[in-house]
């Protein structure tokens, strides 16, 4: 009789090996770890250009060097024709990139409208009258599609910025697949965000015969610790 064991395995145990690590659901603080640009295939608007940062979570709200993983990879569709399609429409992403390039190079380069706690507008450090919204914000746009255009020329311009972001599932797409997605980057942490805690970032990709309770216990430990 041997003195080793019998080994053996359940289809439990195949289904969690086989399960991809994802990021949780919650907010966390990400680096860019590179950018790349390319131009889109498939999509309501084949024919955009795009940038796409593998950003990283850290453990450390501010610190680079505690990125951790798995990264995620965020899409940037800039707001422009692209004159080698022919027929391609400009996407309307202009907001979308304001807000991102904002939260990632800062005020400095990439200026922000925002209202501050007395509903006034404030742009650049100064309250903005009613009057002159309109123009400051169009300055604000303006240098956003500039910075745009710079780093289409130049993607590595995006490496190694961090901001904070919320991860979050997207709806079924027609092949009923979900995707996680990164939204609301800011530069600062909202004061009503929680940041899911360094030693909970990863979570095994829940599949749809998973029993309910699994999938609500999960979705429980993605509450983390107010964030920094």
């Given amino acids: 009789m041997s003195d080793f064991p019998v080994l053996s395995f359940t289809d439990q145990d195949v289904r969690e090996a ?7 659901l919650g907010w966390f603080y990400f680096v860019n770890q590179d950018c ?33 993983r798995p990264v995620m990879y965020d899409n940037l569709i800039l707001p422009f024709v ?29 200026p922000a409208v925002r209202k ?12 903005v009258p009613a009057a002159k919204v309109t123009k400051a914000r169009e300055e604000s746009t303006r240098a956003a599609m500039t910075k745009a ?17 919320e991860v979050i599932e997207s709806k079924p797409d027609e092949q009923g697949r979900v995707f996680r997605n990164l939204i609301h ?7 009503d965000a929680v940041l899911v805690p360094a030693d909970q970032f990863i979570e095994k990709a829940i599949s749809k015969d998973e029993p309910e309770e699994d999938a609500v216990f999960n979705k429980a430990a993605s509450r983390g610790k107010k964030g920094r």
Avoid at 149 to 165: D, F
């Fill in 185 to 191: 980057h800011c530069a600062e942490l909202p004061e």
């Fill in 149 to 165: 255009v710079e780093l289409w020329n130049e993607p590595e311009g995006l490496k190694g910025c961090g901001y904070y972001a």
């Fill in 116 to 127: 501050n706690s007395d509903g006034e507008y404030v742009f650049k450090g100064k309250v």
């Fill in 36 to 68: 790349t640009k390319k131009v889109t295939e498939a999509g309501k608007n084949p024919g955009s250009c795009m940038l796409t940062t593998k950003a990283a979570p850290c453990k450390e709200p501010g610190d680079p060097t505690s990125a951790s």
């Fill in 18 to 24: 086989a399960a991809r690590d994802q990021l949780r």
């Fill in 82 to 110: 692209n004159p080698d399609v022919a027929g391609h429409t400009k996407p309307n992403t202009a907001g979308m990139v304001l807000d991102k390039l904002n939260a990632m190079l800062g005020d400095d380069e990439v």
